[in-house]
Every structure is written in C-alpha cells, then in structure tokens.
C-alpha cells in the first residue's frame, strides 16, 4: 500500500475518557455532541464517530436515548455527514490486583455481553458501528471482548446491514478479525481503525503501524490514529502508508502546546496536513463509495 491521494477524514468527538473536567470544549450533552459534529462535518470530516455522556456527570452512557438525540439531531440540520457509532462500551472491568476473585467485580465495571453492546445500533441503524476486536490490558484496568461475543456482535452487526468499523489495538487483534473475515462474519469491503498509543496496546511507532499495514486482508479500506501529541503527526504518518485518518478530542485535547482544541479545529488542522502532502479531502459521498455505505438516505 502506498500513499493515499483522496483521504476519508474521521472525527471522533468525545470518547469514554475521563477528558470533560480537562477542556471546557469535550461535547457531553447530545446537543452538545451533535453541535460538535457540525462543526467538524463543515470543517472537513466525512465521519463523526459518536459516543454518548451522562448529561448530568458527564461520564460515559450507552443509553439508546442519548444516542437517539445525538442521531437525529444531526440529521435535522441537514449535514450531510457519515455516522459512526460506538458499540465499545460495555467491556470495561476493574479489578483489585491482589485477590481479583475474592473482590470481583470493583467500582467502575461495565461488563456486558457482546448484544448487550449492540441496543443504539439495533434501534438507530447507522452507517457505520464498530467492533474493538479483542481483550486489552486498557491503561490500569481491563477492556474485555472475547472471541466468542465478537463472533455474537459481529454475526448481529452483519444482519443488521451495518458496517463494523474493526478497531484493532494490538497485531492479535487484527489476527483474530482476519479470522471472523475467513468465518464469513465480515463482509466486504473490511474497514479497519488502527489504534496506536493506547496503554497496552500496539506503540505509536511507524514500525509497527507498517507491519500492521502490511498484515491487513486484500482490498481492505483502513484508517489509524495515535494519542495526544501524536494525533497529526499520525495524520501525515497515515497518508503515507495509503491510509484514511481519525482526529478529535475523543483522542487529543490540544491544538497546539497549552492551546485547547475544538473538534473543529483539529478536522481543520488534519485537513491542512492532507492538503500540504498534496492529497485531496474525501467528501461524504466518496467516503460512502469507498466503504461500501449506503447512499445518502
């Protein structure tokens, strides 16, 4: 794969993080989180990639409702833009490292099965939702998402019409969707999010991302992104490997050192990188062509 001269910009708009008590920009309620889309659809993403937050505390919900607000929301502007959901909540478990049986289960657990992940998607039907594709030591805690719920959610995604977007945090992971692709669970063409930075997963390390590049099924559409000061760099890092690209503040707060970002901002600044490496801007509709979406309802 060689460099991408027409680049799919995603924006992923808020995340799970515990980021709204760090910038007063993170989007938490629907309204806030659809304003945000907008703003990043008019700036140059052809994606949004949506996760919902408690209105009230701000921390992150996989209520269908939120989700619900936030869709149609969009939708009544007018934008035209390409919904992603996220269906990654629901695999979180803490753990007391010292009797992890004894204790169970710890305060700030949300460990549901692989359907039980799925409600907003079943009820919204988006273009585009995704599927973390394994379990990962996730920072201090534990991300679960054992093979046998991706071959539950992914089975479920696939009837319902939708395209998983692959996340794919370390190279196993990307082994095991290579394997859901050869069970005819996936379905052509795959599109895969590789994500880099993330304490334990696969290192922001252009190594590694080309040895992921390079293990990705034939005709698969691709993109990858890295944390904090990382996210443009990986921007040109990405193009240049052929692939589409992710920024928002679900990944990075800054536009520049102790300068917070906007999620309009930083599609404006990815959208500079793109642009000076003498690519173009993929728009909704190209976006759609290339991941094998539905056309624009």
Not at 157 to 176: A, C, K, N, S, Y
Request: proline fraction near 6%; charged fraction near 20%; charge should be negative.
């Amino acid at each position: 794969m060689s460099f991408n001269d027409s680049v799919i910009i995603t924006c992923a708009l808020t995340g799970a993080g515990d980021t709204v008590r760090r910038s007063p920009h993170v989007p938490v309620t629907p309204e806030q989180i659809a304003a945000s889309a907008v703003e990043a659809a008019e700036a140059g993403a052809a994606v949004v990639h949506i996760h919902v937050r408690d209105p009230e505390t701000g921390n992150p919900s996989r209520d269908p409702a939120l989700y619900r607000e936030v869709v149609e929301r969009v939708k009544e502007t007018g934008t035209d833009v390409v919904i992603n959901l996220t269906a990654g909540m629901g695999g979180d478990l803490v753990l007391d490292a010292d009797q992890p049986l004894e204790k169970g289960a710890l305060e700030g657990t949300d460990l549901v099965g692989g359907l039980d992940r799925l409600p907003h998607v079943e009820d919204l039907l988006p273009d585009i939702c995704t599927l973390d594709c394994g379990s990962l030591n996730f920072g201090d805690n534990l991300y679960i998402s054992t093979p046998e719920m991706l071959r539950k959610g992914a089975r479920r995604i696939q009837e319902l019409g939708v395209r998983p977007e692959l996340e794919i945090f370390d190279t196993g992971q990307l082994w095991f969707a290579k394997q859901l692709l050869d069970e005819g669970l996936l379905d052509n063409p795959t599109v895969f999010q590789l994500c880099m930075g993330i304490p334990w997963g696969a290192p922001a390390d252009p190594g590694v991302l080309q040895s992921m590049v390079n293990f990705l099924p034939e005709g698969a559409q691709w993109a990858s992104f890295a944390l904090g000061r990382m996210q443009m760099p990986w921007v040109a890092q990405s193009i240049l490997l052929g692939g589409n690209v992710r920024v928002g503040l679900e990944d990075n707060l800054y536009l520049s050192k102790g300068v917070k970002a906007t999620n309009g901002q930083l599609t404006e600044r990815a959208v500079q990188i793109v642009e000076s490496l003498g690519a173009s801007v993929a728009t909704p509709d190209q976006a759609r062509e290339r991941l094998g979406l539905k056309p624009r309802a």
